[in-house]
């Protein structure tokens, strides 16, 4: 990958961080529900979730689609973990009281919540911070390149 494309790819994670927390959560309520059901009601649920099993290549032993959708759901947990556990800590980083940059800390939380959580345009977030275009986008590309440390890249 590219800079620019690592760039990208972590101002996306940044957008969809409040979207893959719920996601997260879903997931695991989906898996304690497949898990705590082990009997014919487990297998129902896992047939009115998948919507067709036989399309998405699952097996037609009620045990192995069972173990193969626990496995899936796992998965995709910890897919999205690797993204937002991150990101989680960074965002816990900024808000330390023992931050040595702390107005900058706040921008970026500003950043946060206004731009990638709120998805509010940049004029509206000009308007609101009174910061200047220029300043907005260099603290917004400082945010990106901090997030980028966090995952990893």
């Known amino acids: 990958?590219?800079?620019?494309?690592?760039?990208q790819y972590v101002e996306e994670c940044l957008e969809d961080y409040p979207s893959n927390l719920t996601r997260i959560d879903m997931l695991n309520?989906?898996?304690r529900a497949l898990r705590i059901s082990t009997d014919v009601?487990?297998?129902?649920?896992?047939?009115?979730?998948?919507n067709?099993?036989?399309?998405?290549?699952?097996h037609s032993d009620?045990?192995?689609?069972?173990?193969?959708q626990i496995e899936k759901l796992e998965e995709?947990?910890?897919r999205?973990?690797?993204?937002?556990?991150?990101?989680s800590k960074m965002i816990q980083d900024l808000k330390t009281p023992y931050a040595s940059e702390d107005s900058l800390n706040n921008d970026y939380i500003k950043i946060l919540g206004l731009y990638y959580f709120g998805r509010n345009s940049v004029q509206i977030i000009l308007d609101i911070t009174q910061w200047s275009r220029a300043a907005f986008f260099r603290k917004k590309k400082k945010l990106a390149l901090l997030a980028k440390n966090y995952l990893g890249y």
């Not at 067709?52 to 699952?58: L, P, R």
């Open 41 to 50: 009601k487990a297998q129902n649920y896992i047939m009115i979730r998948s």
């Open 1 to 7: 990958m590219t800079e620019k494309e690592i760039l």
């Open 29 to 31: 309520k989906d898996l």
């Open 62 to 68: 009620p045990v192995v689609s069972y173990v193969i």
């Open 52 to 58: 067709d099993s036989v399309k998405k290549g699952m």
């Open 80 to 87: 999205l973990q690797r993204i937002t556990e991150p990101i």
């Open 76 to 78: 995709e947990i910890k």
